[in-house]
Protein backbone atom coordinates (compact mmCIF):
# COMPACT_ATOMS: atom_id res chain seq x y z
CA UNK A 1 0.00 0.00 0.00
CA UNK A 2 1.29 3.56 -1.15
CA UNK A 3 0.23 6.36 0.82
CA UNK A 4 0.77 9.80 -0.43
CA UNK A 5 0.30 12.94 1.92
CA UNK A 6 0.42 16.60 1.46
CA UNK A 7 -1.09 19.90 3.01
CA UNK A 8 -3.27 23.13 2.35
CA UNK A 9 -3.09 26.41 4.38
CA UNK A 10 -0.75 26.62 7.26
CA UNK A 11 -0.55 26.18 10.78
CA UNK A 12 0.46 30.34 11.88
CA UNK A 13 -2.40 31.66 14.85
CA UNK A 14 -2.11 35.23 14.13
CA UNK A 15 -5.19 37.17 12.71
CA UNK A 16 -4.33 37.01 9.46
CA UNK A 17 -3.86 32.82 9.26
CA UNK A 18 -6.93 31.20 8.03
CA UNK A 19 -9.08 29.13 10.28
CA UNK A 20 -8.74 26.12 8.86
CA UNK A 21 -5.65 23.89 8.14
CA UNK A 22 -6.18 20.50 5.91
CA UNK A 23 -3.99 17.19 5.74
CA UNK A 24 -5.45 14.96 3.09
CA UNK A 25 -3.02 11.05 1.98
CA UNK A 26 -3.82 9.31 -1.51
CA UNK A 27 -3.89 5.88 -0.73
CA UNK A 28 -3.43 3.03 -4.00
CA UNK A 29 -1.65 -0.38 -4.50
CA UNK A 30 -0.50 1.02 -7.78
CA UNK A 31 0.56 4.45 -7.83
CA UNK A 32 1.76 3.87 -11.78
CA UNK A 33 -1.84 5.33 -13.50
CA UNK A 34 -1.65 8.52 -10.47
CA UNK A 35 1.87 9.46 -12.51
CA UNK A 36 0.59 8.65 -15.61
CA UNK A 37 -1.97 11.23 -14.86
CA UNK A 38 0.70 14.10 -14.03
CA UNK A 39 2.74 13.31 -16.95
CA UNK A 40 0.19 13.29 -19.54
CA UNK A 41 -1.56 16.66 -18.15
CA UNK A 42 2.21 18.30 -18.73
CA UNK A 43 2.51 16.60 -22.13
CA UNK A 44 -0.85 17.30 -23.24
CA UNK A 45 -2.55 20.45 -21.27
CA UNK A 46 0.39 22.91 -20.71
CA UNK A 47 1.00 26.02 -22.48
CA UNK A 48 4.35 25.60 -24.02
CA UNK A 49 5.69 28.29 -21.73
CA UNK A 50 4.69 26.30 -18.33
CA UNK A 51 6.52 23.12 -19.76
CA UNK A 52 9.47 23.99 -18.16
CA UNK A 53 8.18 24.26 -14.29
CA UNK A 54 9.65 21.74 -12.36
CA UNK A 55 6.20 20.36 -10.83
CA UNK A 56 2.39 21.06 -11.12
CA UNK A 57 1.14 23.04 -7.95
CA UNK A 58 -2.99 23.70 -7.12
CA UNK A 59 -2.00 27.26 -6.34
CA UNK A 60 -0.41 27.80 -9.25
CA UNK A 61 -2.65 25.95 -11.99
CA UNK A 62 -5.45 27.42 -14.02
CA UNK A 63 -9.25 26.11 -13.67
CA UNK A 64 -8.31 23.59 -17.16
CA UNK A 65 -5.30 22.24 -15.33
CA UNK A 66 -6.79 21.23 -11.69
CA UNK A 67 -10.06 19.59 -13.00
CA UNK A 68 -7.95 17.48 -15.42
CA UNK A 69 -5.92 16.47 -12.71
CA UNK A 70 -8.83 15.90 -10.36
CA UNK A 71 -11.21 14.10 -12.87
CA UNK A 72 -7.80 11.97 -13.57
CA UNK A 73 -7.47 10.61 -10.57
CA UNK A 74 -11.24 10.10 -9.90
CA UNK A 75 -11.25 7.55 -12.68
CA UNK A 76 -8.29 6.02 -10.41
CA UNK A 77 -8.37 2.80 -7.96
CA UNK A 78 -7.43 5.71 -5.45
CA UNK A 79 -8.75 6.44 -1.75
CA UNK A 80 -8.78 9.96 -0.43
CA UNK A 81 -9.16 10.45 3.07
CA UNK A 82 -8.51 13.73 5.07
CA UNK A 83 -8.75 15.79 8.43
CA UNK A 84 -9.54 19.28 8.93
CA UNK A 85 -8.16 21.13 11.56
CA UNK A 86 -9.70 24.15 13.13
CA UNK A 87 -7.01 26.07 14.61
CA UNK A 88 -9.68 27.75 16.89
CA UNK A 89 -9.59 24.77 18.76
CA UNK A 90 -6.21 24.05 19.08
CA UNK A 91 -4.69 24.70 22.57
CA UNK A 92 -3.00 27.86 23.16
CA UNK A 93 0.08 26.54 24.74
CA UNK A 94 0.52 24.22 21.30
CA UNK A 95 0.31 27.10 19.15
CA UNK A 96 4.35 27.91 19.16
CA UNK A 97 4.68 23.90 18.90
CA UNK A 98 3.86 23.51 15.17
CA UNK A 99 5.99 20.02 14.96
CA UNK A 100 3.70 18.54 17.33
CA UNK A 101 0.39 20.00 16.27
CA UNK A 102 1.32 18.53 12.96
CA UNK A 103 2.54 15.17 13.91
CA UNK A 104 -0.69 14.31 15.94
CA UNK A 105 -3.14 15.22 13.11
CA UNK A 106 -1.28 13.00 10.46
CA UNK A 107 -0.98 10.17 13.34
CA UNK A 108 -4.88 10.05 14.57
CA UNK A 109 -5.46 10.08 10.20
CA UNK A 110 -3.46 7.26 9.80
CA UNK A 111 -4.77 5.45 12.59
CA UNK A 112 -8.44 6.06 10.67
CA UNK A 113 -7.35 5.14 7.79
CA UNK A 114 -5.48 1.69 8.34
CA UNK A 115 -7.46 -1.42 7.84
CA UNK A 116 -7.04 -4.85 9.41
CA UNK A 117 -5.40 -5.92 6.16
CA UNK A 118 -2.50 -3.07 6.34
CA UNK A 119 0.52 -4.60 6.82
CA UNK A 120 2.91 -3.42 4.59
CA UNK A 121 2.85 0.54 4.34
CA UNK A 122 5.13 2.78 2.14
CA UNK A 123 4.65 6.49 3.17
CA UNK A 124 5.49 9.20 1.29
CA UNK A 125 5.59 13.06 2.86
CA UNK A 126 6.75 16.05 0.74
CA UNK A 127 10.40 16.64 2.47
CA UNK A 128 10.18 20.15 3.79
CA UNK A 129 11.33 19.26 7.46
CA UNK A 130 14.80 19.45 8.74
CA UNK A 131 16.32 16.26 9.47
CA UNK A 132 16.09 16.46 13.22
CA UNK A 133 12.34 17.36 12.48
CA UNK A 134 12.10 14.37 10.40
CA UNK A 135 13.60 11.91 12.71
CA UNK A 136 11.09 13.00 14.97
CA UNK A 137 8.04 12.98 12.84
CA UNK A 138 8.96 9.46 12.02
CA UNK A 139 9.91 8.22 15.27
CA UNK A 140 6.43 9.37 16.20
CA UNK A 141 4.35 8.34 13.51
CA UNK A 142 5.62 4.78 14.07
CA UNK A 143 5.14 4.55 17.95
CA UNK A 144 1.52 5.80 17.25
CA UNK A 145 0.78 3.48 14.85
CA UNK A 146 2.01 0.28 16.65
CA UNK A 147 0.35 1.56 20.08
CA UNK A 148 -2.91 2.74 18.63
CA UNK A 149 -3.73 -0.22 16.36
CA UNK A 150 -1.99 -2.78 18.75
CA UNK A 151 -0.76 -5.19 16.32
CA UNK A 152 2.82 -5.01 14.09
CA UNK A 153 2.50 -2.99 10.99
CA UNK A 154 5.86 -2.35 8.25
CA UNK A 155 5.66 1.02 7.76
CA UNK A 156 8.59 2.78 5.60
CA UNK A 157 8.30 6.50 5.57
CA UNK A 158 9.93 8.19 3.14
CA UNK A 159 10.64 12.31 3.05
CA UNK A 160 10.84 12.86 -0.71
CA UNK A 161 10.87 16.18 -3.15
CA UNK A 162 7.67 16.99 -4.46
CA UNK A 163 9.55 17.85 -7.84
CA UNK A 164 10.03 13.78 -8.37
CA UNK A 165 7.58 12.11 -6.84
CA UNK A 166 4.63 12.80 -8.94
CA UNK A 167 2.40 11.45 -6.72
CA UNK A 168 3.11 14.04 -4.46
CA UNK A 169 1.95 16.85 -6.81
CA UNK A 170 -1.40 14.53 -7.54
CA UNK A 171 -2.57 15.11 -3.57
CA UNK A 172 -1.45 18.33 -3.15
CA UNK A 173 -4.28 18.96 -6.00
CA UNK A 174 -6.42 16.82 -3.63
CA UNK A 175 -5.44 18.90 -1.05
CA UNK A 176 -6.08 22.13 -2.68
CA UNK A 177 -9.85 21.03 -3.68
CA UNK A 178 -10.52 20.63 -0.12
CA UNK A 179 -9.20 23.47 1.62
CA UNK A 180 -11.02 25.45 -1.34
CA UNK A 181 -14.42 23.75 -0.15
CA UNK A 182 -13.54 24.67 3.40
CA UNK A 183 -12.01 28.16 3.20
CA UNK A 184 -13.60 29.53 0.26
CA UNK A 185 -17.31 27.97 0.01
CA UNK A 186 -16.15 26.64 -3.43
CA UNK A 187 -16.72 22.93 -4.00
CA UNK A 188 -16.40 22.88 -7.61
CA UNK A 189 -13.11 20.92 -7.01
CA UNK A 190 -14.27 18.71 -4.07
CA UNK A 191 -17.30 17.39 -6.15
CA UNK A 192 -15.26 16.05 -8.88
CA UNK A 193 -13.27 13.90 -6.29
CA UNK A 194 -16.16 13.37 -4.11
CA UNK A 195 -16.54 9.32 -4.20
CA UNK A 196 -13.32 8.67 -3.92
CA UNK A 197 -13.15 10.24 -0.36
CA UNK A 198 -13.43 7.25 2.22
CA UNK A 199 -12.81 8.98 5.13
CA UNK A 200 -13.59 12.92 6.57
CA UNK A 201 -12.60 13.73 10.06
CA UNK A 202 -13.51 17.31 10.65
CA UNK A 203 -12.74 17.61 14.06
CA UNK A 204 -10.01 16.28 16.80
CA UNK A 205 -11.14 14.41 20.50
Known amino acids: MHIFLDEAGDLGFSEKSQQYFVIAILITKDKKPIENCIKRIRQRRLPKKYKKIPELKFRNSNDIIRKSVLKCLSKKDVEISYILLNKRRVYSYLQDKKNIVYNYITSFLL????????????????????????????????????????????????????????????????????????????????????????EEIRYLP
Not at 121 to 139: A, H, P, Q
Not at 141 to 150: D, F, V, W
Open 111 to 198: QKVLSEESDKIVFVVDRLYTKKNREEFNSYINYKIQRELRRAIKISIEHKNSEEERCLQAVDFVAGAIYRKYVFGDESYYSIIRDKIQ
